[in-house]
């Protein structure tokens, strides 16, 4: 009976000390990269700004060649939406909207994750000049994790995983934008 017991008490310690940790972690996180292109800014946002293009550069979308894609809408204006499913657990399904548009500045977006997990996150593109025909591009995602699944950012390291496949898809534009 004592063994019992005590096994009854490290497993709601067990449980608990997390949960309790839980309550002092934050929720929100954002990570983001930046790039420089040698191209004008007009020219690197209006490739941009078009979602569609966003599967040539990446590398969520690069992920799986052969997931089903679906659009609605119109292209390169607020509320044009990009729809993915793949069978790949790393790809999942989703679909990502543009919420808002500043033109030749700033592209606003909600994505909103159906599998492997539901989640809404939000990320933004911005373009400023850096130079004679230099832009600066800087591509942010970020968002909440509500308790107890902001533990995630305790035992998954957002800025590094994120901000690899940012990168990624960076270095990719800029790839695409210089050959133009």
């Known amino acids: 009976m004592k063994i019992l017991k005590w096994l009854v008490i490290i497993v709601v310690i067990i449980i608990a000390v997390p949960l309790i940790a839980a309550l002092f972690i934050k929720n929100d996180y954002s990570v983001s990269r930046e790039i420089i292109i040698n191209k004008p800014k ?3 946002f209006e490739y941009t ?4 293009n966003q599967n040539e550069f990446s590398k969520w979308a690069l992920l799986d060649p052969h997931m089903k894609k679906t659009f609605t809408g119109t292209d390169g204006t607020p ?15 989703g679909e990502q909207e543009i919420k808002a548009i500043k033109d030749g500045e700033k592209i606003d977006y909600e994505i909103r994750f159906k599998k492997p997990f539901e989640s809404t ?9 850096a130079g004679t025909s230099q832009t600066k591009v800087k591509w942010e995602f970020y968002g909440n994790m509500p308790y107890p699944m902001n533990l995630m950012t305790v035992l998954m390291n957002m800025d590094e995983a994120i901000g ?16 133009k």
């Not at 700004?49 to 569609?52: A, D, F, I, T």
């Open 42 to 44: 007009q020219e690197v």
């Open 49 to 52: 700004k078009y979602l569609k």
């Open 79 to 93: 509320g044009f939406i990009s729809a993915w499913e793949s069978d790949s657990s790393d790809v999942g399904a």
């Open 121 to 129: 996150s939000s990320a933004y593109m911005s373009f400023e000049p």
């Open 164 to 179: 690899n496949d940012l990168n990624t898809g960076l270095k990719n534009l800029k790839g695409i934008m210089e050959k």
